[in-house]
């Protein structure tokens, strides 16, 4: 079992920044991809960002390429997803989750966290 804990979530203005880390806890962390993936009201939940276990591959939603960083630190257990340029179109519920083996941009991640809120107003 893996424990994901999400944190940094908030409201923020079109076009600022903010940080959202994720904490895990249990099995070996660096063992797992971890992502980043997001729900809108109404809408069904998608990727964002994934990074490989050992950091050196990473895989960006295109709606979020080139505004988004994906990045862990193993030593810490933790997995961060650093959001610039934001937008109003970025607002959801943003989970964290892990998965054995390669990253997939899909919602077939085998452990979830609880969600952290970003909202971003026009």
């Known amino acids: 079992q893996v424990q994901l804990v999400e944190s940094g979530g908030g409201l923020v203005q079109a076009g600022g920044s903010l940080k959202l880390s994720c904490a895990a806890s249990?099995?070996?962390?660096?063992?797992?991809?971890m992502a980043w993936l997001r729900q809108a009201p109404g809408k069904e939940r998608e990727f964002v960002a994934g990074?490989?276990?050992?950091?050196?591959?990473?895989s960006y939603a295109d709606s979020v390429k080139g505004r988004f960083t994906i990045s862990r630190d193993n030593a810490k257990n933790t997995v961060y997803l650093q959001m610039n340029s934001l937008k109003p179109d970025d607002t959801a519920v943003y989970y964290c989750?892990?998965?054995?083996?390669?990253?997939?941009?899909?919602?077939?991640?085998?452990?979830w966290g609880q969600g952290t809120q970003v909202t971003v107003s026009s």
């Open positions: 989750a892990a998965r054995s083996g390669v990253v997939v941009t899909n919602t077939n991640w085998s452990y």
């Open positions: 990074i490989s276990w050992s950091g050196g591959s990473t």
């Open positions: 249990g099995r070996t962390f660096s063992a797992f991809a």
